[in-house]
């Protein structure tokens, strides 16, 4: 092994006796079981719904309650302990209103009592070290000893010490919190996140303030993050793609308040152009009523349209740069007829639902007036100068990817393009011809290098234009359908038009063959691995299966996102592989904590879709063998300091 390595690693373990010791640790760690693995998409801004999946463990949790307190407890009463560790603070708001002081503080007792049961429960998995890694820093002591009580039945007393101290410095509110997140912690070990965090939801800022301070998380890039990211360098397509959707969601306190996107200059000439009109065809969707920025429906509308035309303008300019995006379909602004007030898609006409389309010029529809242009540019400026939205998209980047593979398992949002003939497309970018795992790793290197060093991508046109293709290209990974029929959407009423057809990984994905073909193209076993996906919901109320390729293949978009769940049927799916099995969880429809400070929760339906032929340990994991490499490097560092080549330190 190389010497150099020996010594660099011989400053962290000075001696023969410190190298053995962590060679025993690992080795223990080895023949642990493996930590579960939960997998989640399409999160779209449901910040509530999804922060109680991880916080519930989706069901795991309420499992281990019914395991510890089954034979001894109510369902009532094990579902209020379930209601502690989902929302911690408003448990603990309900009851200093309906308690007095001493039973508050009985209660509190309790309650820290059972977040410790429960913890030391999720804890088993896990080395002590790896236990107190995920401790809160300053109760990770007391912590440490309580969950460790059933060792020390002789110190019954100083345990009930701790806790009588905490009530009596008044830290019990602090800490029955801190011992609730404890708990999601230890529960979830490695979450993975399969695209589309962003759109359509109120806040996918909270979600993504969540996931940064998340202990083990991957994310694999939706379509709705990589247009996200593409307007993080500042690309005005993406730009406008971004701005256009979430005002017809009505998420002005995301875009204003959480990013600091400033609109008054989108508003200002939405009142000027379209101060008399109404813009039916373009009001807000309200799944949820802004808190801060309560934007008038009537601008709103007015806003969407602005964004909308623009968004066409600068598409034309984008699409004519790139004719080897194909995306000459979405040229439709000069294929209005404004006296008859009808459009032309496909060689057919259609008459327009609104013709009131004055920031259009009839004579040079794609023209961007300067005034456009510095609207623009000032938009521009607020994406790229949001602290907080940048430091949201570099960690999509350290944290994310076209697609993962772990613990044998590929991951990845969409599509891997495949032809007519189930055969791996190959597809042209940049004058390269690429197809299966060479297509998706060189696309991945595009969108960073297009984010981090402009001058070294192979891209032509404005810096994110990769980005603006992929959230809406025929052949890209993310998207997977034959078109993107937005202004078709907002301006035609015949629904023929609307409709956009998936590409054929969607027909094949329901073969093994195909996923087993994946699934070697990616250098994975065929035998054990599994392909899992997001983006195109599951229809369950249709008796659409999650399950395809006979198993080796899952979907788990089930419409976490309110504005899918009357398509879905149910509201999202979790994966959840531990050390026995894979289970898919299905959950109903999250409710909101209500006014009196009651909230109703559903346990999710869970079943498995694969047993394990024995039970995984870490060993068996992508971490065990990054473990076992460690092992082989210290046993050389042993050997070298046994033959005098690397002097011991004492």
């Known amino acids: 092994m190389d010497e150099q390595v020996l010594k660099l690693l011989s400053k962290e373990y000075p001696n023969i006796k410190a190298a053995s010791a962590e060679i025993i640790n690992l080795n223990a760690i080895l023949a642990l079981p493996k930590g579960t693995e939960f997998f989640l998409s399409d999160l779209h801004g449901e910040h509530e719904a999804f922060i109680h999946m991880i916080k519930s463990a989706s069901g795991v949790i309420a499992t281990k309650i019914d395991e510890i307190y089954g034979e001894d407890m109510t369902e009532a009463e094990r579902d209020e302990i379930a209601s502690l560790v989902y929302n911690a603070d408003a448990e603990i708001k309900r009851k200093q209103k309906v308690l007095s002081q001493k039973e508050y503080d009985a209660w509190c007792r309790q309650a820290i009592y059972h977040l410790i049961e429960i913890a030391r429960a999720c804890s088993l998995k896990y080395t002590r070290k790896k236990v107190r890694r995920r401790l809160p820093e300053y109760a990770a002591y007391s912590m440490d000893e309580l969950m460790h009580a059933r060792d020390e039945e002789n110190k019954a007393k100083y345990y009930s010490e701790i806790i009588n101290s905490i009530i009596e410095c008044r830290m019990a509110e602090d800490y029955i919190v801190k011992a609730a997140e404890t708990v999601h912690r230890l529960a979830v070990d490695k979450l993975h996140i399969i695209g589309d965090i962003f759109d359509r939801g109120a806040h996918p800022d909270k979600i993504m303030d969540f996931l940064i301070d998340y202990h083990d998380v991957d994310i694999q890039w939706g379509n709705h993050d990589i247009v996200w990211m593409g307007a993080a360098t500042g690309n005005w397509a993406c730009i406008a793609n971004v701005l256009r959707m979430n005002i017809s969601y009505n998420n002005f306190d995301m875009l204003e308040v959480g990013y600091g996107i400033n609109l008054r200059p989108l508003a200002s000439y939405a009142q000027k152009y379209y101060g008399d009109d109404r813009c039916e065809a373009f009001w807000p969707h309200i799944i949820e009523r802004n808190k801060y920025d309560q ?43 404004f006296e008859k007030g009808t459009v032309t898609v496909k060689g057919q006409e259609y008459e327009l639902k609104d013709t009131n389309l004055p920031t259009i010029d009839p004579e040079d529809p794609y023209r961007i007036t300067d005034e456009e242009k510095e609207m623009m540019a000032a938009l521009e400026a607020s994406f790229t100068q949001s602290e907080k939205l940048q430091r949201h998209i570099r960690f999509l980047y350290s944290h994310g990817g076209l697609y993962t593979i772990c613990n044998g398992n590929l991951l990845f949002h969409g599509c891997i393009p495949i032809d007519e003939e189930g055969n791996f497309k190959e597809c042209e970018f940049n004058g390269k011809i690429l197809k299966g795992k060479a297509l998706m790793d060189y696309l991945d290197e595009e969108v960073r290098t297009s984010y981090f060093s402009t001058e070294e991508s192979e891209e032509t046109g404005r810096p994110g234009d990769i980005m603006w293709y992929l959230w809406l290209g025929s052949e890209s990974p993310l998207f997977g359908k034959d078109q993107m029929t937005t202004f078709e959407r907002l301006f035609i009423a015949d629904k023929k038009t609307h409709k956009e057809y998936t590409k054929p990984y969607y027909r094949f994905r329901d073969s093994r063959e195909t996923c087993e073909m994946i699934l070697e193209e990616f250098g994975l076993s065929p035998r054990t691995s599994h392909i899992l996906n997001g983006h195109v919901p599951v229809k369950f109320k249709d008796g659409e299966s999650p399950i395809k390729g006979e198993g080796k293949l899952f979907v788990i978009d089930g419409g976490i996102s309110k504005a899918y769940q009357k398509t879905t049927g149910i509201a999202g799916y979790t994966f959840i592989y531990n050390s026995r099995s894979m289970a898919l969880a299905e959950h109903k429809p999250y409710e909101p904590l209500k ?56």
């Not at 879709?609 to 994991?621: G, H, I, P």
């Open 595 to 650: 006014e009196d400070g009651t909230q109703k929760f559903y346990r999710p339906i869970v079943r498995n879709v694969e047993n394990l032929r024995k039970r995984m340990t870490v060993r068996d994991t992508d971490s065990g063998v990054e473990l076992e490499a460690q092992i082989e490097r210290l046993k050389a560092l042993v050997e070298a300091y046994r033959r005098g080549f690397i002097k011991e330190v004492y």
């Open 295 to 337: 934007v008038d429906e009537g601008l709103a509308a007015k806003m969407h349209k602005v964004i909308a035309i623009l968004q066409f303008k600068i598409e034309g300019h984008r699409i004519k740069n790139h004719p080897e995006y194909h995306l000459e379909n979405r040229l439709l602004l000069d294929k209005i007829d």
